[in-house]
């Protein structure tokens, strides 16, 4: 193997290490990335990059064409650093060289195409040379990034610029515009000058030398051509920068001004691409979430998405209208530049999600125990108490039926069973009133007042039906009230009053026989129920009348 061959070959190796580093950016962060970060792209231009640099080691060391194969091998990484996708570089060193050399590969590559020996170079391709790679070095690369702070820009999750001598966000983006108008006019001289070298060379040397030439000469029109697009067309790339850059201003002073609010940005992001129906969702486990912690609604449309992503997984997600072209570059500026207020939305909306299903599980606890305090009220009176029934009337026949001496024996057993009967249902009603479930709330509190300790008077005639979870709630208030009344002095009458305004069960119960130690223990014990079905409870003294309102939110 020639040393040419085996330099060639070592010096790939570097470029193929870059070449997967800023392919595997580009799968991640297609939206970022030069070409779109398809395999198949990215392949072509790793390719693209490795021939070059192999092409131009071998012009240096077997042709001695040291301009000509510096500059071609220069090309090689210069492709691939305009594959990058800059804000995602994985560290500080690839970021700033992104900054720097990310538009060099065309001046590189039109300058090598000037540097073949196949006619005598003048002093204006050399002034063309010269030009060009100072555009596409400096204008377009050093010296914007030595005044880019990615912070500024509203770019949180970028690497630290190392070039950066002083952030000056307004000069960055003039000497950007400058550098493409310089394109422009380098671009075409460039492709003029090497295509009439070309022309004028002999034979021999047109063939020889067509492949580097032509395609330099074709590279660097296309950059010409990039150039004056990008500045002529109204929602070009300099033009989405300043809108991107202009919003992430915006977004961040909206941060720093006010507390972060979902309407707000998603409004503000919604308007700047024109999509009204833009939606910012936030993924977690079990499905994504809105702004509110409800779960997202379909979109019911195509929809593109930006993903917003940190090293534990992703943060949130704007969806927005398939249909429209060229605003994705516009999105991703704005959510970096939110990026602080999109995490705390995030976190925010995850927390108000565990909140609802803490809440909802709340609410099935409390509906699977009453469930199961009516399956045992239905167990001890379908069971228990009608074998004790039929017990009785067997004691009671049988007392019939024996001897006068043992007649007093069967009628005390009798009686002793009846006690236990009696016992039974009141263990059973605790547990759970019959009347409650088969009649409803109106019907149950109209059974408690006829065994209440203290005068129990029932104000309302509404007979519909509520929520089993919402009668049983209201019922145990009233009856711990009842209950604990009963135990007081005075044992003053309790007056109970119902309504249902707007979807809302709302209960009123009045009473003078309490102390306040007493309506505090009451609402105590009925607090957590009714608070697991999204309702509330207050208490409230006026002229020595305790009153105690509660509401539970349910469907009649």
């Given at each position: 193997m020639r040393a040419s061959t085996r330099a060639a070959l070592l010096v790939t190796l570097p470029v193929l290490a870059l070449g997967a580093e800023t392919s595997r950016l580009a799968a991640a962060h297609p939206e970022a990335a030069l070409g779109g970060g398809a395999p198949w792209e990215s392949l072509v231009q790793v390719g693209v990059a490795v021939a070059a640099v192999a092409a131009g080691v071998v012009l240096m060391l077997e042709q001695r064409l040291t301009a000509c194969g510096l500059l071609l091998a220069l090309t090689g990484p210069a492709i691939l650093l305009a594959q990058l996708p800059v804000p995602d570089a994985s560290s500080a060193l690839l970021f700033t060289a992104g900054l720097a050399g990310g538009s060099l590969a065309p001046a590189l590559a039109g300058s090598a195409a000037m540097a073949c020996p196949v006619a005598p170079p003048r002093?204006?391709?050399?002034?063309?040379v010269t030009v060009s790679l100072v555009t596409a070095g400096a204008v377009l690369g050093l010296l914007p990034a030595a005044v880019f702070d990615p912070r500024a820009a509203g770019c949180f999750s970028c690497q630290h610029n190392l070039a950066e001598v002083h952030a000056d966000l307004p000069l960055s983006v003039a000497l950007t515009r400058w550098g493409l108008i310089l394109t422009v006019g380098w671009g075409i001289g460039?492709?003029?000058r090497a295509g009439w070298r070309w022309l004028r060379a002999p034979r021999i040397a047109r063939l020889v030398y067509a492949p580097l030439i032509l395609a330099g000469a074709a590279i660097s029109l296309l950059a010409a051509a990039a150039a004056l697009h990008t500045l002529r067309q109204a929602t070009?790339?300099?033009d989405g920068t300043l809108r991107a850059r202009r919003l992430a201003r915006q977004v961040t002073q909206t941060v720093v001004a006010s507390v972060p609010d979902a309407a707000t940005l998603t409004a503000a992001l919604a308007a700047d691409i024109g999509d009204p129906h833009l939606a910012l969702v936030f993924p977690r486990e079990g499905g994504a979430v809105d702004a509110g912690g409800w779960p997202a609604r379909p979109a019911g449309r195509p929809v593109a998405v930006v993903r917003v992503t940190r090293s534990d997984g992703p943060v949130a997600e704007v969806r927005y209208s398939a249909t429209l072209t060229g605003v994705a570059y516009l999105l991703v500026a704005a959510v970096r530049a939110a990026g602080l207020v999109i995490e705390h939305l995030a976190a925010q909306a995850r927390l108000l999600a565990e909140l609802a299903e803490l809440a909802a599980s709340r609410q099935r606890i409390i509906e699977a125990g009453d469930a199961e305090r009516q399956r045992l009220e239905r167990d001890l009176h379908d069971g228990a108490q009608q074998r004790l029934i039929a017990l009785q009337v067997a004691l009671q026949m049988a007392g019939y039926a024996a001897r006068p001496e043992e007649t007093a024996r069967y009628i005390a057993?009798?009686?002793?069973?009846?006690?236990?009967?009696?016992?039974?249902?009141?263990?059973a009603h605790g547990i759970h009133p019959a009347a409650l479930t088969d009649g409803g709330l109106q019907v149950g509190l109209r059974t408690l007042a006829e065994t209440s300790p203290v005068p129990l008077v029932v104000d309302g005639r509404d007979l519909r039906r509520y929520s089993a979870a919402a009668e049983a709630a209201v019922y145990r208030l009233i009856a711990d009230a009842v209950r604990i009344a009963g135990q007081a002095a005075g044992r003053e009458a309790i007056t109970v009053a119902t309504g249902v305004p707007r979807d809302r069960l709302c209960i009123r119960l009045s009473t003078a026989g309490l102390d306040r130690a007493a309506a505090d223990q009451i609402v105590a014990g009925a607090r957590d129920r009714i608070v697991a079905l999204n309702g509330s409870v207050t208490l409230a003294t006026a002229g020595g009348?305790?009153?105690i309102e509660a509401a539970i939110p349910c469907a009649l």
């Open positions: 002093r204006l391709d050399w002034a063309v460039l492709a003029a070009s790339e300099i057993a009798r009686q002793a069973v009846g006690a236990a009967l009696e016992e039974l249902r009141d263990i009348e305790m009153t």
